[in-house]
């Protein structure tokens, strides 16, 4: 059974800093891209960060130099550094897990949320 659970979400203050966490399990961790999602009351889900499994980085345009994304294979987790928070990144953030087979088949899989409040 696949579950990715995050971890680390609560209220902080504007320009204060919060780590999210992502356990995996069920999963062979280190041939899965992970990423980080979000959804604001009342908007579609958005791409944040994702990181492949070589390791290379991609972010929002909105994130960019404030939020890092980093994975440790060895405890098939993901992490999500959150800096300089502002009352905008407010938002449920999910896990993702995608990954292509030789035959391009596709397995992706998400994680329940965790709730990043940013006010004052």
């Known amino acids: 059974q696949v579950q990715l659970v995050e971890s680390g979400g609560g209220l902080v203050q504007p320009g204060g800093s919060l780590r999210l966490s992502c356990a995996a399990s069920?999963?062979?961790?280190?041939?899965?891209?992970m990423g980080w999602y979000r959804q604001a009351p009342g908007k579609q889900r958005e791409f944040v960060a994702r990181?492949?499994?070589?390791?290379?980085?991609s972010y929002a345009d909105s994130v960019k130099g404030r939020f890092t994304i980093s994975r440790d294979n060895a405890k098939n987790t993901v992490y999500l550094q959150m800096n300089s928070l502002k009352p905008e990144d407010t938002a449920v953030y999910s896990c993702?897990?995608?990954?292509?087979?030789?035959?391009?088949?596709?397995?992706?899989?998400w994680g329940q949320g965790t709730q990043v409040t940013v006010s004052s």
């Open positions: 993702n897990a995608e990954s292509l087979d030789g035959l391009g088949r596709r397995s992706e899989y």
């Open positions: 990181i492949t499994v070589g390791g290379r980085t």
């Open positions: 069920g999963i062979v961790f280190r041939i899965f891209t």
